[in-house]
Protein backbone atom coordinates (compact mmCIF):
# COMPACT_ATOMS: atom_id res chain seq x y z
CA UNK A 1 0.00 0.00 0.00
CA UNK A 2 0.70 2.78 -0.83
CA UNK A 3 2.95 5.32 2.07
CA UNK A 4 3.57 9.04 2.74
CA UNK A 5 5.88 10.84 4.46
CA UNK A 6 6.13 14.42 5.43
CA UNK A 7 9.49 16.35 6.45
CA UNK A 8 10.43 19.82 6.50
CA UNK A 9 8.47 21.07 9.29
CA UNK A 10 10.29 23.27 12.35
CA UNK A 11 10.41 26.56 14.17
CA UNK A 12 10.30 29.68 12.14
CA UNK A 13 9.39 33.81 13.06
CA UNK A 14 6.44 35.42 11.72
CA UNK A 15 6.57 36.20 8.43
CA UNK A 16 9.35 33.35 6.96
CA UNK A 17 8.91 30.82 4.85
CA UNK A 18 9.23 27.05 4.93
CA UNK A 19 8.84 24.23 2.38
CA UNK A 20 7.06 21.32 3.21
CA UNK A 21 7.62 17.92 1.74
CA UNK A 22 5.36 14.22 0.65
CA UNK A 23 7.12 11.54 -0.11
CA UNK A 24 4.51 9.38 -2.06
CA UNK A 25 6.27 5.54 -1.99
CA UNK A 26 4.84 4.11 -4.97
CA UNK A 27 5.71 4.66 -8.53
CA UNK A 28 1.80 4.96 -9.51
CA UNK A 29 2.39 8.63 -8.13
CA UNK A 30 0.42 10.41 -10.25
CA UNK A 31 -2.54 8.20 -9.20
CA UNK A 32 -3.08 9.87 -6.37
CA UNK A 33 -4.91 13.13 -5.53
CA UNK A 34 -2.72 14.91 -3.26
CA UNK A 35 -3.82 17.30 0.09
CA UNK A 36 -2.47 18.85 2.59
CA UNK A 37 -4.39 19.34 5.89
CA UNK A 38 -3.31 20.66 9.22
CA UNK A 39 -4.24 20.27 13.22
CA UNK A 40 -3.45 22.86 15.52
CA UNK A 41 -3.84 22.17 19.49
CA UNK A 42 -7.92 21.69 20.20
CA UNK A 43 -8.67 22.53 16.98
CA UNK A 44 -10.70 20.35 14.03
CA UNK A 45 -8.12 18.84 11.54
CA UNK A 46 -8.80 21.52 8.08
CA UNK A 47 -7.86 21.71 4.67
CA UNK A 48 -5.19 23.72 3.36
CA UNK A 49 -4.58 23.06 -0.13
CA UNK A 50 -4.86 20.12 -2.97
CA UNK A 51 -3.62 19.31 -6.19
CA UNK A 52 -4.77 17.01 -9.27
CA UNK A 53 -2.92 13.66 -10.09
CA UNK A 54 -1.45 15.61 -13.49
CA UNK A 55 -0.46 19.22 -11.39
CA UNK A 56 -2.92 21.10 -13.54
CA UNK A 57 -5.51 22.00 -10.77
CA UNK A 58 -5.11 23.26 -7.27
CA UNK A 59 -7.42 24.28 -4.46
CA UNK A 60 -6.58 26.35 -1.18
CA UNK A 61 -8.59 27.14 1.53
CA UNK A 62 -9.03 31.17 1.84
CA UNK A 63 -6.35 31.51 4.39
CA UNK A 64 -3.62 30.68 2.74
CA UNK A 65 -4.48 31.83 -1.20
CA UNK A 66 -1.37 33.67 -2.20
CA UNK A 67 0.58 32.52 0.55
CA UNK A 68 0.79 28.81 0.20
CA UNK A 69 1.78 27.26 -3.24
CA UNK A 70 1.10 23.34 -3.88
CA UNK A 71 3.02 21.40 -6.50
CA UNK A 72 4.25 18.05 -7.32
CA UNK A 73 7.48 16.66 -8.96
CA UNK A 74 6.77 13.59 -10.95
CA UNK A 75 10.40 12.72 -10.93
CA UNK A 76 10.91 12.70 -7.30
CA UNK A 77 7.47 11.32 -6.32
CA UNK A 78 6.99 14.48 -3.86
CA UNK A 79 4.68 16.74 -3.83
CA UNK A 80 5.76 19.87 -1.46
CA UNK A 81 3.84 23.39 0.20
CA UNK A 82 5.81 26.24 0.08
CA UNK A 83 5.00 28.34 2.57
CA UNK A 84 5.72 32.23 2.77
CA UNK A 85 4.89 35.01 4.70
CA UNK A 86 4.09 32.62 7.44
CA UNK A 87 1.84 33.73 10.75
CA UNK A 88 1.51 32.53 14.30
CA UNK A 89 -2.00 31.22 13.35
CA UNK A 90 -0.64 28.81 10.85
CA UNK A 91 0.89 26.86 13.89
CA UNK A 92 -0.33 23.13 13.75
CA UNK A 93 0.74 19.61 12.41
CA UNK A 94 0.32 19.15 8.61
CA UNK A 95 -0.38 15.85 7.25
CA UNK A 96 -0.48 14.89 3.49
CA UNK A 97 -3.09 12.63 2.03
CA UNK A 98 -3.91 10.49 -0.78
CA UNK A 99 -7.11 9.84 -2.59
CA UNK A 100 -6.65 7.05 -4.41
CA UNK A 101 -8.72 6.32 -8.12
CA UNK A 102 -10.49 9.72 -7.72
CA UNK A 103 -9.77 12.62 -9.63
CA UNK A 104 -11.31 15.43 -8.27
CA UNK A 105 -9.39 17.17 -5.32
CA UNK A 106 -11.89 17.20 -1.57
CA UNK A 107 -11.43 19.36 0.94
CA UNK A 108 -13.30 17.00 3.63
CA UNK A 109 -10.37 14.82 5.21
CA UNK A 110 -12.86 11.83 4.84
CA UNK A 111 -12.42 11.61 1.35
CA UNK A 112 -8.72 10.60 1.66
CA UNK A 113 -7.79 7.03 2.31
CA UNK A 114 -3.92 7.30 3.23
CA UNK A 115 -2.43 9.77 5.46
CA UNK A 116 1.09 10.24 6.41
CA UNK A 117 2.55 10.86 10.18
CA UNK A 118 2.99 14.63 9.83
CA UNK A 119 4.86 17.68 10.82
CA UNK A 120 4.62 20.25 12.85
CA UNK A 121 5.15 24.05 12.01
CA UNK A 122 5.41 26.85 14.33
CA UNK A 123 4.86 29.91 13.83
CA UNK A 124 6.54 32.68 16.49
CA UNK A 125 4.98 36.05 16.52
Known sequence: QVQLVESGGGLVQAGGSLRLSCAVSERTFSSYVIGWFRQAPGKEREFVAGISRSGGTTSYRDSVKGRFTISRDKANNTVYL????????????????????????????????????????????
Not at 86 to 96: F, I, K, N
Request: aromatic content about 10%; glycine content about 10%.
Open 82 to 125: QMNSLRPEDTAVYYCAARIGILTISSEGKRYDVWGQGTQVTVSS
